[in-house]
């Protein structure tokens, strides 16, 4: 199971089925989850902080 699919089951309300009042920042929740997935599983990676300030902090896909 993906982290964002945990992360939606542990946030949704089990007698409604909605998301409680967490839901206006549960795209933002998702989406580092979904970073964090593809970081796991090598995906993408981050570009070391030793390199120059135009270098360095970026995201790589691979």
Same mark, same amino acid.
């Given at each position: 199971?993906?982290?964002?699919?945990? *992360?939606?089951?542990?946030?949704?309300?089990?007698?409604?089925?909605?998301?409680?009042?967490?839901?206006?920042?549960?795209? *933002? *929740?998702?989406?580092?989850?979904?970073?964090?997935?593809?970081?796991? @599983?090598?995906?993408?990676?981050?570009?070391?902080?030793?390199?120059?300030? @135009?270098? @360095?902090? @970026? *995201?790589?896909?691979?």
């Amino acid at each position: 199971m993906l982290l964002g699919e945990e *992360v939606l089951l542990l946030v949704t309300d089990d007698t409604t089925g909605r998301a409680p009042a967490l839901s206006q920042h549960l795209d *933002v *929740v998702i989406g580092g989850s979904l970073f964090a997935e593809l970081t796991l @599983r090598e995906r993408i990676t981050l570009t070391p902080h030793e390199l120059g300030w @135009r270098e @360095r902090d @970026r *995201v790589q896909v691979l």
